[in-house]
């Protein structure tokens, strides 16, 4: 159960990744339910709301292939991230005013064969998120997970700690366009592939800066070991547009072990914010969570984590995190999902350091909970 968990949970993130057989075909995934937290921004009680995306990001797309002979593929993915509680296609992580994409998880095209490995070109994920997401304690799972700290501490969104002091995020949106989130990345070339129980991916993308090679570039390495236990670990960098500098380097390891029904988890991420002119360290978000999963039925899946975060240049800038939650399998493509998270953030917390896909509610504890039902086709 806990090898399906995974694949489903690879799947979903990267739900073109798959190509058995030749053709175009339809796929997506409809996520929605209900959210209730106990404190709000600014002391005004608790909040009860529809929340998309509470297991799982809501997605459709379109993919295909084709056999080109020799154990050689072509292949090509498209894939829309849409909110279900409006219907509307989810913005990017970038400034406000930035235009929403139609395909801002994936468009892209490449090649593939099983001995040779597979080459993507376009828009795509980044090889990081992919090689550690079997040891990140709720498998990156949409909301309350690393998932947020490992996006909104290293692009744009944390735009005051990218850009340095006295700056907003608006005046921060060419640092680098070539990454979303630091997980969907533009213009970019991967290769990956698998020698024995090893598996990685590298990946480049172009600055298109006329006059250097350097400005707006991202390069990004993900690798896993399946073995007796799950190695894993990754790095990514990304350059400012106008001088080259690295403005973001970021890097994660961890490792997981399965004992009887029970997968245990353990991960570490740190991400480094410079000055694009000076170099200076801005920020230094460092998250360390460990959990386990219990399959305790056929149908049931039980997770308890734990995420401390904390930005070691601000260290009032921290949340420390328990979740509690359980997976209802239904059928192979219907899931229930109930999860718990209480957070306890200090004054200082913002996005980067933050487990929920709002913010954590700084200089206060707040329970937040969470059901809903998970639906793949």
């Known amino acids: 159960m806990n090898k399906k968990i995974i694949a489903a949970a690879a799947l979903a993130l990267v739900s073109g990744a798959a190509l058995a057989t030749d053709g175009v075909s339809l796929f997506g995934i409809v996520d929605t339910g209900i959210m209730t937290q106990n404190n709000t921004p600014g002391g005004k009680g608790t909040q009860t709301q529809m929340w998309t995306n509470g297991l799982r990001q809501s997605v459709w797309g379109i993919k295909g292939s084709e056999d080109l002979g020799d154990g050689t593929k072509a292949f090509f993915n498209l894939e829309s991230h849409i909110d279900i509680n409006t219907g509307q296609l989810h913005g990017t992580g970038d400034p406000a005013g930035t235009a929403t994409p139609l395909f801002r998880r994936q468009a892209n095209v490449g090649l593939t064969n099983a001995d040779m490995g597979t080459l993507t070109l376009g828009k795509q994920y980044g090889p990081v998120l992919l090689a550690v997401l079997e040891t ?18 290293q692009i744009n969104t944390a735009g005051t700690l990218v850009c340095g002091a006295n700056t907003t995020a608006s005046t921060c949106a060419s640092v680098n366009s070539n990454n979303d989130v630091g997980i969907f990345m533009d213009n970019a070339v991967q290769y990956s592939n698998a020698v024995g129980p090893v598996n990685f991916g590298l990946l480049y993308s172009l600055g298109g800066q006329a006059g250097s090679t350097n ?6 390495l993900g690798v896993t070991y399946h073995g007796p236990v799950v190695l894993a670990g990754g790095y990514q960098a990304f350059t400012d547009t106008a001088t080259g500098n690295n403005i973001t380097k970021f890097y994660t390891f961890g490792g997981a072990y399965t004992y009887g029904a029970v997968t245990f988890r353990a991960n570490f991420m740190d991400s480094r914010n410079f000055d694009p002119s000076t170099q200076a360290t801005l920020a230094d978000v460092q998250g360390i969570s460990g959990g386990a999963d219990w399959t305790w039925s056929t149908r049931n899946t039980a997770t308890l984590a734990y995420y401390n975060n904390q930005d070691k240049n601000h260290t009032l800038d921290q949340t420390r995190n328990v979740v509690l939650s359980n997976d209802f399998h239904w059928s192979k493509r219907t899931t229930l999902y109930a999860q718990a998270a209480y957070v306890q953030a200090d004054s200082g917390a913002k996005l980067d350091t933050s487990i929920v896909a709002s913010g954590s509610v700084a200089n206060t504890s707040t329970l937040y909970l969470n059901v809903g039902v998970n639906h793949t086709f």
């Open 136 to 153: 990140e304690p709720r498998l990156f799972k949409e909301q309350f997970s690393n998932l947020y700290m490992l996006a909104y501490s």
């Open 215 to 220: 400005n707006n570039q991202a390069y990004a």
